[in-house]
């Protein structure tokens, strides 16, 4: 090797290790990004496992807040018809379903917050928890002793 490919080795060498550390590091910074629920994500029919909506979390203020972007099955209702509060008779698109929950401290849940079942108008505790590397989220409604989980999947 003469000295001027040895020069040109040396170089390439450097700035490839360097661009290689970089993209190691972005990547490392936006799969971190994604290991909260504040995403899109689309929920499924327990029952059928059919796609029904596409929900957006954001975080307000240290609290996670939710609305449906859009439904996903032909024929779903429009508005929230089976709604108590001043939800009731809004439309389906836009509607706020998730209220309030904060990072469990020390955990990779967020909990203390409400959902919304607009199918039937009943609101239960919730708890969200991140799993595969945040590319899912296991949604917990409570009521009572009792719970039900769902499994969303990130949409982006």
Known sequence: MTPSQATVLRR??????AALVGVLLLGAGSAFGQTTPVGTWRSVDD???????EIRIVE???ALEGRIEKTLRPGAATRCDECTDERKGQP???LEII???AKA???SVWEGGKILDPENGKEYRASFTPVD???KLEVRGYLGPFWRTQTWTRVR
């Not at 390439?12 to 290790?17: P, V």
């Open 133 to 135: 590397g945040g590319a």
């Open 105 to 107: 401290e020390g955990k």
């Open 99 to 101: 209220r309030g929950g």
């Open 60 to 62: 307000r203020g240290g």
């Open 12 to 17: 390439f060498s450097r700035t490839g290790l």
């Open 47 to 53: 029952k059928s496992g059919e796609a029904k909506a």
């Open 92 to 94: 389906i698109a836009g």
